[in-house]
């Protein structure tokens, strides 16, 4: 079973920025479309970004311009750099390993996710 550790979160003020890592196990890292999800109290679960093996990305409305996603297939962890963070950031965020392209739906590989806090 693949296994996804999340790091990178925490307590910041707006405007500022935070760097979210995920690294994967196993050997199928370059294969799987890669994405960040945040899930925030009373909220649905939702998309932030997402990255082909080949680089393309898609990203929600609310972050664009703001967050970029990014990969390095050689270590098996996908990146979330987050900028301009705004309180409404605030959330769990999860990364996903084999998401679809067709769909944006995420696969059942999930990690145990990151705090994020973004408050004056």
């Known amino acids: 079973q693949v296994q996804l550790v999340e790091s990178g979160g925490g307590l910041v003020q707006p405007g500022e920025s935070l760097r979210l890592s995920c690294a994967a196990s196993g050997s199928i890292f370059s294969f799987k479309a890669m994405g960040w999800y945040r899930q925030a109290p009373g909220k649905q679960r939702e998309l932030v970004a997402a990255i082909t093996p080949g680089g393309s990305t898609k990203y929600a409305d609310s972050v664009k311009g703001r967050f970029t996603i990014s990969r390095d297939n050689a270590k098996n962890t996908v990146y979330l750099q987050m900028n301009s963070l705004k309180p409404e950031d605030t959330a769990v965020y999860y990364c996903?390993?084999?998401?679809?392209?067709?769909?944006?739906?995420?696969?059942?590989?999930w990690g145990q996710g990151t705090q994020v806090t973004v408050s004056s």
């Open positions: 996903n390993a084999g998401v679809s392209w067709r769909t944006l739906s995420p696969s059942d590989y």
